[in-house]
């Protein structure tokens, strides 16, 4: 390549400029970024932006700001040309979205740039315009308070760049996400949106959850939508999310920003997700607005020439607090939806609203086999009924296809209560039947509610492992063969084991035993090994995992015929539960309405 050899030169101003304007300015959506960014940071309340040929042959904002003044205007286009930081100190709090007074200079690089101005003190405004590298003076026009900035023939001077565009319609989406982002950090702003002359968004000044609910276009209505708010040592974080019966099949709806800016930090949405996981089955993603407003010293965002990433000096202090008070809501909400007692004021105040009780999977097409409609988990919930920490033996028994012992009385249990032989005394619903080979039909308080009799069994089971840890030693130790990878495992999780009341020892390479049990899981004594091997490599969360996978097992499976007592027995445990969701997230109930029945039969 010798002959190809040139000498070094550095380039010339206009070169050099147009390379670092390729940083800035990629698309019209960056234009349209910037240009928002600029008018928000200079108090605008009203935003209309205009794009034509999805932004490739035009870009026009119009703002009602503070304006600039003509004497500023030729200045403001200049590389490095800013009003919002003066030092290198200034850097370190920033409150404003611009900083680094590069994106007029990039525009004018690569567009045809026209400013029009006018402060609030001036009677006239003052255009600029800048084309090929030329700036005419400002010039006396008509104009309100506030700016006017058109960005004319994005790359006409870049041909090279023109080139990696997509076709208008990509761009105009870009351009519409853009807006969207912005739109969903300043609900008190107004903006408009128009496409090749027609208005295609208007959003007015709305709070959080009205805001969001508008860019959803009415498929998940504001009061669907809940604010919740925490905060923690420098920084304040709201929360804009739907229940768990709102679920799309991606991320998509997991937005994080922080002070207004959008961010792509993947520990904010795992955290996110994290938070929602006792609540959601696999496969679902919640929807969730994260808005964390930081201290401007915590947060550097001098990293990325965009601003998507952000240095953080409290990470891990601010996601704990973020999966906290979302669990905190979740918890809350699952009860008050499905308190009984919510449900009746709700039936009194509304007769025939059932827009509440509906679930919605967004934009993710529906898999809910006819019952998405009607997917209200009814927690019913009695408050009389303490949760028996000695829940009797599992309906399993009654089926009589397992083990005999497990109709044994058990020490602890309650005198007074009698089980298995018919609802409790207090009992208020009635038993209809098994259908499906899976669902408990139960009419409780003319109200028709399905149970899942194999997540109901889970989280009966799960309950009472949680509840019975006192080690008991096993006559019979249970033999564990275990692979090098399960024995590392195994070596790693022991002490935890222990915690859990479960004594696990090494007899020799590849052999283990399990000594002792928790009370509570005496009777799987078959699953037990299984279930130790499987939750072993989750050392962060052994005990969810252990209950969860020894539930799973023991529970009465899909297809297992259940006798009317058994069945009856359950749907009362099932009552007393605390918690109305099986350990992997699904819903025990599910309620179909009178109005839902009238509905489909055509009666309404
Ligand atoms: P930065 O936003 O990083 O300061 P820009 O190149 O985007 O850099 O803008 C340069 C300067 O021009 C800003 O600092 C601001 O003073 C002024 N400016 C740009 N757009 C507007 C606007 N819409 N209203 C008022 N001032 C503006
Ligand atoms: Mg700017």
């Known amino acids: 390549m010798a002959s190809t050899q040139r000498r070094v030169q550095v380039l010339a101003p206009?070169?050099?400029?147009?390379?670092?304007?390729?940083?800035?300015?990629?698309?019209?959506?960056?234009?349209?970024?910037?240009?928002?960014?600029?008018?928000?940071?200079?108090?605008?309340?009203?935003?209309?932006?205009?794009?034509?040929?999805?932004?490739?042959?035009?870009?026009?904002?119009?703002?009602d700001g503070w304006g600039i003044s003509p004497e500023d205007l030729p200045t403001c286009i200049l590389p490095h040309?800013?009003?919002?930081?003066?030092?290198?100190?200034?850097?370190?709090?920033?409150?404003?979205?611009?900083?680094?007074?590069?994106?007029?200079?990039?525009?004018?690089?690569?567009?045809?740039l026209e400013i029009t101005s006018r402060t609030p003190e001036n009677d006239t405004a003052y255009r600029l315009t800048v084309e090929a590298g030329k700036t005419k003076q400002p010039q006396p026009a008509a104009a309100q308070p506030g700016t006017t900035v058109v960005v004319n023939s994005l790359f006409y001077c870049v041909p090279a760049r023109k080139k990696f565009l997509k076709n208008p319609r990509a761009e105009s989406a870009a351009v519409?996400?853009?807006?969207?982002?912005?739109?969903?950090?300043?609900?008190?702003?107004?903006?408009?949106?128009?496409?090749?002359?027609?208005?295609?968004?208007?959003?007015?000044?709305?709070?959080?959850?009205?805001?969001?609910?508008?860019?959803?276009?009415?498929a998940l209505p504001a009061?669907?939508?809940?604010?919740?708010?925490g905060s923690?040592?420098?920084?304040?974080?709201?929360?804009?999310?739907?229940?768990?019966?709102?679920?799309?099949?991606?991320?998509?709806q997991i937005q994080v920003f922080v002070n207004r800016r959008r961010i792509a930090e993947f520990a904010f949405v795992q955290a996110v997700e994290h938070a929602f996981a006792p609540f959601m089955p696999g496969g679902r993603f919640p929807i969730a607005c994260v808005f964390i407003e930081c201290e401007p010293e915590l947060v550097d965002f001098n990293v990325h020439p965009a601003k998507k990433e952000v240095r953080f000096r409290t990470k891990a202090e601010i996601r704990r607090r973020l999966v906290e008070i979302i669990r905190e809501f979740l918890h809350a909400y699952d009860l008050s939806r499905h308190d009984l007692r919510a449900v009746r004021r709700a039936e009194l105040a509304t007769s025939a609203d059932d827009s509440e009780a509906s679930s919605t999977n967004l934009f993710a097409g529906d898999d809910e086999q006819g019952l998405s409609a009607g997917e209200r988990v009814a927690l019913i919930h009695r408050s009389r009924a303490p949760i028996v920490p000695d829940i009797p033996p599992s309906p399993a028994a009654a089926t009589g296809h397992r083990r005999a012992q497990a109709s044994e009385t058990h020490p602890g249990r309650p005198g007074s209560e009698t089980y298995g032989a018919g609802p409790p005394a207090d009992a208020e619903f009635r038993y209809l039947g098994q259908v499906y080979g899976v669902f408990l039909l139960v009419e409780y308080r003319g109200r028709l509610f399905v149970l899942d009799q194999h997540a109901a069994h889970e989280r009966v089971l799960y309950e009472r492992y949680r509840a019975h840890r006192h080690r008991q030693q096993l006559l019979v130790p249970i033999e564990i063969e275990a692979d090098e990878t399960q024995e590392r495992h195994l070596s790693a999780s022991q002490a935890a084991w222990a915690e859990l009341g479960l004594t696990l020892t090494q007899m020799a390479p590849g052999r283990w035993r399990i000594e002792a049990v928790p009370a509570a899981c005496r009777d799987e004594e078959q699953l037990l090994s299984e279930a130790v091997l499987e939750a072993a490599p989750h050392t962060e969360s052994l005990s969810d995992r252990f209950y969860t996978e020894l539930a799973c097992k023991a529970a009465v499976r899909d297809g297992d015929p259940l006798e009317p007592e058994a069945a009856v027995q359950l749907i009362s445990e099932a009552?007393?539960?605390?918690?109305?969701?099986?350990?992997?997230?699904r819903p025990l109930w599910i309620e179909?309405?009178?109005?839902?029945?009238?509905?489909r039969a055509q009666r309404l």
């Open 223 to 229: 009061n669907q939508l809940h604010e919740i708010r």
């Open 81 to 112: 040309a800013t009003s919002k930081i003066s030092s290198a100190e200034d850097l370190e709090h920033v409150a404003s979205l611009g900083f680094r007074g590069e994106a007029l200079a990039s525009i004018a690089a690569v567009a045809r």
């Open 14 to 63: 206009e070169v050099a400029r147009k390379i670092a304007a390729g940083e800035v300015i990629e698309r019209p959506a960056s234009v349209v970024r910037e240009l928002l960014d600029n008018a928000i940071d200079a108090g605008a309340a009203s935003l209309e932006l205009q794009i034509t040929n999805g932004g490739i042959d035009s870009v026009r904002l119009v703002d």
């Open 176 to 218: 519409r996400a853009t807006l969207t982002e912005r739109a969903t950090a300043f609900p008190e702003l107004q903006f408009r949106f128009f496409v090749d002359g027609s208005l295609r968004a208007f959003y007015p000044p709305a709070s959080a959850s009205e805001r969001i609910a508008t860019l959803f276009g009415g």
């Open 592 to 599: 179909i309405s009178r109005e839902e029945l009238y509905r």
């Open 575 to 585: 009552l007393r539960l605390p918690q109305q969701r099986c350990p992997h997230g």
């Open 232 to 252: 923690g040592p420098g920084f304040e974080i709201t929360t804009v999310l739907a229940g768990p019966e709102h679920y799309r099949r991606d991320r998509k």
